[in-house]
Structures are given as C-alpha cells and as structure tokens.
C-alpha cells in the first residue's frame, strides 16, 4: 500500500472525522490503495493520524454509471465540470494518540515544507519514519466502500454541513474536550 503525506484544510475535515464525508475529492491521486497521513494546514499546522483510502474512481470515466441516480448525476457533472475527477473512497480514519505540531517535525526534519497536496513518503524516508513511530487511537470511522455510497459521492463539504445530521453530530463532538485541538 502506497503511503503518502497529505495537506489538507481545517474545513474539510470535520465531516470526515464525524463519518459523514465518504469520499476525498482531487484533480490526480495516487491510483492505487493508499495510506495517507493527515496534515492540517493553516493555522493547525499539525498532523492528526491516518486515512485509509481506495482506489480512487475517475468520476469522468465513471458517469453513465450514475444514470438511475439524478441527484448524484447532477452533482457528479459539477465536480467534473470543475476537474475534481477523482472521488477517493475514505476506508477509515485513525487519530494520533497525540497531535505533531509542524515544529515538531522540523526539530527532527530541518527546513521541512509541508505539500501543497501531498508527498509520496518513500520519496521523504525520514518523514515516514518519523511518522510510523506515532502511536494511533483505533479508527474512529470506518467505511466498507463495497458499493458505492450515491446519496453521498460528489456531495460537497458545504452542502454535508447543512444536513442535521452534521449539526447534531457537531453540537455533541463540539463539546468534547478530546477533539478541541484538531477542530
């Protein structure tokens, strides 16, 4: 299984930490199972754990598979449209035990840059290693991705935020001392 080191933005990570966002969306990605290491950009500036993720599914090549679904036809037209063609199937996702700061990492990595999307971490061995003697919580969420999830493939992170179920879930977790670091 590939591993890589992906950047991502705060905001996109809530609905995936409460299980609701099944699929990553990117213009290219590795095309194969990858074990990607979460990194926070902007003011977090920490990574949080491990994502497991599937073979991406090019939504490009895939859409007459979408036919019998109109709702998710539509939504898989506009992504297309804006050239996010790879829906990556979220597996599971895994927190760190404890969070590394980007400080952190360069004390052990000097002059360390984080990815604008991602690194592939057999191309940055001290970053892997570094990485791999992390401890990890079990998985917080787990997808089986043995069909596809349409009520929820190309469904944006805005649109995901305004269902109840994120409001619900957010109003609880929220509250959770354990989350007030990587939210």
Known sequence: MKEIFL???????????????MYEYRKRFCNEETKAY??????????IGVMELGVPIRLDKTIDDYCDYPDTLKR??????????CAVPIKS???????ISLEEIRESIPGFMPPQMYYVLDNHENLKKFLRNRNIKSPE?????????????????????????????DAVVSKINDYEEIL
């Open 7 to 21: 950047s991502f933005r705060p905001e996109y990570f809530k609905p995936i930490l409460y299980g609701l966002k």
């Open 38 to 47: 979460l990194y926070l950009s902007g003011k977090k500036r920490i990574v």
């Open 76 to 85: 898989v037209k506009e992504y297309v449209d804006k050239r996010d063609v």
């Open 93 to 99: 996702l895994s927190l760190f035990e404890k969070t």
């Open 141 to 169: 969420i787990f997808h089986k991705h043995d069909k596809v999830y349409y009520d929820n493939l190309a469904k944006s992170v805005k649109e995901i935020m305004t269902t109840e179920k994120y409001k619900k879930i």
